[in-house]
């Protein structure tokens, strides 16, 4: 089945600054990646996503880029908040097992003030 | 739109007993997933459901644990003879069309077994 691994686990930024994660994916035939966001308490939220026929997709301070050669992509977060402290799931469409997704273990992002 | 609506909130349990959680869809979604998540660890997936039917169950532990989402009614994830090992967040997801439009995430039930 599919495997998603992300990384770093924990990331820590001064506000302003720019915050990178990234994931690789194991099963060529995975089609759909979205980015989830929990907080404290809370269940994840969507925040932004890509389809394998797209390289890049961007919503104001958020990006995401896909590699599909490399079988990775990547969440970027500019001009950082406070209130981007969270936890960031990245995850992928098991293309070739069903329409469940598989998640990444989860990136803590703490933007000190 | 109330959004994925899940029941309890917080369940606590005694070893031995059962604990059913319950998730309402999103108005119009008919694909309901089941994640666990361990403190400090990411969602493992353990069931996924359509209107009567279980399409894919390939996460639930064989023993204890079942998954409905009846015609009427929210999808329960039922949990026989708890043990403190199933202590966790347990969270519901929806979907329109299948996971290619993304999960909508209700916001958990967190079962602790004393």
């Known amino acids: 089945g599919e495997n998603v691994e992300q990384h770093p686990s924990t990331l820590s930024v001064q506000e302003g600054d720019s915050a990178v994660i990234k994931c690789t994916y194991s099963d060529s035939a995975s089609n759909y990646f979205p980015w989830y966001k929990q907080e404290l308490g809370k269940g994840p939220q969507l925040i932004i996503d890509i389809r394998s026929n797209v390289g890049e997709k961007k919503d104001q301070r958020i990006a995401v880029t896909l590699n599909k050669t490399a079988k990775h992509f990547s969440l970027h977060i500019t001009e950082t908040q406070p209130e981007d402290s969270a936890v960031y799931f990245c995850a992928a469409r098991a293309g070739s097992s069903g329409d469940k997704l598989t998640f990444g273990t989860g990136t803590r992002l703490a933007v000190r003030p | 739109n109330a959004g994925v609506m899940q029941n309890p909130r917080h369940l606590v349990r005694r070893r031995g007993q059962e604990a059913r959680l319950r998730c309402s869809p999103m108005?119009?979604?008919?694909?309901v997933y089941w994640y666990r998540q361990l403190p400090e660890e990411g969602l493992k997936f353990m069931v996924y459901l359509q209107k009567e039917n279980i399409i894919d169950e390939s996460g639930m532990p064989k023993e204890r644990f079942s998954a409905e989402f009846p015609k009427e009614g929210p999808s329960i994830l039922r949990i026989q003879q708890v043990v403190r090992g199933d202590s966790a967040a347990y969270f519901c997801?929806?979907?329109?069309?299948?996971?290619?439009?993304?999960?909508?995430f209700g916001s958990g039930t967190r079962l602790t077994v004393v």
């Open positions: 997801a929806s979907s329109e069309t299948g996971a290619n439009y993304g999960y909508t």
């Open positions: 108005k119009g979604h008919s694909h």
